[in-house]
C-alpha cells in the first residue's frame, strides 16, 4: 500500500531530469535515491520509470502513480492550509509572478520581508515579461500593470498609476512643436510591446472630456520597458510608459512630460488572485504588506505624498 510519503518522493523525481537532481532536492545521496525508487517499484509490483536514457521517463503506470500523487498532494496542502488559516497562522509556501521591471524594484522586497516575517512560510517570485500569460492557478499572487484579462479571477486594485507621455528636452528642443493630439503622427516615437495589446493606437481624454486617437509609426521597438526608456534619455524619440517608471526623470529633469493636458488610459496595478489561494492567510498577509508598501505612492511627484515627508 502506498503511502503519502511514498507519493512524495514520487513526486520529486517526476519533476526532476535524474536521479542525481532528485537527490540534490531531497538532500540525500543518488544511491539513496535508486534504492528508495527500487523498494517503491517492489511494493507497487511495475516498473514507474525507465532509466535506460539520458533522462528520467515515467512508464505508463508511473503516469498514473504521478497523476495520483499530485491529487493527494494538492490535497494535503490544502488541509493543512486549512488547519493554518483556523488559527491565522502564515504557513505553506506562497508563490508570487510579477513583471520584470516593477517586480524587481516594487514586489521583491515585499517577498523578502514577508519571508523575513513569517518564518514559517516560504516564497518563490516568479518574474516574467508576460505574468498573465502564467498558469495564473499555480500562483498565489500575479501582479499585473493595466486592465487584466482575466476576467473569471478575481482581480483587487494594489495601487493607480497613470501612462505619461514624455521625452527628453533635448529632442523636444530641436523637433516640431506639438500642441494636439494629432502632431504625434509627424514624430518619432518609441514603443513597448509587452502583450497583444495594439501599442501603436494611442488615445487621448481632453480637459473637456474630449478624445482624440492618433496612429503612431513607431522608429524603434521593444518588449523592454527600460530599453525604451535608455532610448527616451538618449534622445530617440517619445514614448508612453508608467508613472512609476519615469516618475524620478521627470522630477530631476531627464525627460519631459508632453501634451500634459491630455491624459492617457491608466493602468492601475492590480493582483490577480489564484481561486484555490485567494484567502489563504499567507495570501492575505502579502497582499496586506504589498499594499501597505504602495501607500503613500513612492512614485509620487508630489513631495507631500513621498513616504516620510
Sequence with gaps: MLTSDDLAFFSVLTTSKSLAESARKLNVTPPAVTQRLRALEEKVGVRLIDRSGRHLRLTEEGSLVASHSVIVSDAIDSLTEALADRKGAVRGHLRVAAPHGFGRIYVAPVVEAFAREHRGATATLQLSDHPTALIVDSYEVVVHIGASAHLDQVVTTLAPNNRILCASPEYLTSAAPITTPADLARHRCLVVRENEEDVTLWRFKGSRQESATVRVNPVMSS????????????????????????????????????????????????????????RSARTAAFLTMLRQSLKPLPWSADPAEKPGQ
Design 223 to 278: 518588449n523592454d520597458g527600460a530599453v525604451i526608456r535608455d532610448w527616451a534619455l538618449a534622445g530617440q524619440g517619445i514614448m508612453m510608459r508608467s508613472e512609476w517608471a519615469v516618475a524620478e526623470d521627470l522630477a530631476e529633469g531627464r525627460l519631459r512630460q508632453v501634451l500634459p493636458n491630455w491624459k492617457l488610459p491608466s493602468a492601475d496595478i492590480v493582483a490577480i488572485l489564484g481561486s484555490r489561494h485567494g
